[in-house]
């Protein structure tokens, strides 16, 4: 069965403390995996497109890396503004494409 | 500001009620998406439409009825809906092509009384 787990659930962190969300697949025919952000009562932001096992991407304090398993999105000196749950979507094609959100790991950071 | 409008954002009903859901999109985005989203939970595909066409009908029961009236439109009819299907309404789009980011609205949140 096709699955997407992302860890961990809940992370606090103080304001310039660095780290690391991880997003495991386990699913055949992977076309690309998506990074979001969502802030409350809005809907996900999109930050990061995926294709292929050692790519990455950056954008401001995020960087966001993938391997054949997994994907990291590194948070480097974290502000306050960027607590919100980060949600790892992957499409696949199994027969047809589908599209298949992780449980979301929800971020704080404290000042 | 998001480019994918929906309206309304609060919406409360009855069981007994027909209401509906719209979303707009002005990016010529070719694929749209209704999404259900629970509490602290990942959104759930519900409806993918493609060029206008349904092509994707996640085993949605029939009081959730979709509607594309144009390439920029995306509607959810409601009727006879359950308590449990309060929840947060998502709509997004994306480009044509398969492996594109989806870019969404800020939903809908509906109350089922």
């Known amino acids: 069965e096709d699955q997407v787990t992302q860890s961990p659930e809940a992370l606090r962190l103080q304001e310039g403390e660095s780290s690391s969300l991880n997003c495991s697949y386990t699913?055949?025919?992977?076309?690309?995996l998506f990074w979001y952000r969502q802030d409350p009562g809005k809907g996900p932001e999109f930050l990061f497109t995926?294709?292929?096992a050692g790519e990455e991407k950056e954008k401001e304090r995020l960087k966001a890396t993938l391997t054949k398993k997994e994907s990291f999105l590194h948070i480097t000196a974290p502000k306050p503004e960027d607590s919100a749950t980060y949600l790892c979507?992957?499409?696949?094609?199994?027969?047809?494409?589908?599209?298949?959100f992780g449980t979301g790991t929800r971020l704080k950071v404290l000042a | 500001d998001t480019e994918v409008t929906q309206t309304p954002k609060h919406l409360v009903m009855g069981m007994t009620n027909k209401k509906s859901l719209k979303c707009e999109q002005h990016?010529?985005?070719?694929?749209m998406y209704w999404y259900k989203q629970k509490a602290k939970k990942p959104p759930e595909l519900m409806f993918v439409?493609?060029?206008?066409?349904?092509?994707i009908n996640e085993s949605v029961p029939s009081r959730f009825s979709p509607e594309c009236p144009n390439s920029s439109l995306l509607n959810l009819h409601l009727h006879a809906l359950q308590p449990e299907d309060s929840a947060l309404y998502l709509c997004?789009?994306?480009?044509?092509?398969?492996?594109?980011?989806?870019?969404f609205g800020d939903g809908t949140r509906l109350s089922i009384l």
């Open positions: 439409y493609s060029y206008e066409k349904l092509s």
């Open positions: 995926l294709y292929s």
């Open positions: 699913v055949s025919g992977l076309r690309g």
């Open positions: 979507a992957v499409l696949i094609t199994s027969g047809t494409y589908k599209y298949i």
């Open positions: 990016m010529g985005h070719r694929a």
């Open positions: 997004a789009s994306s480009d044509s092509g398969r492996n594109q980011p989806q870019h």
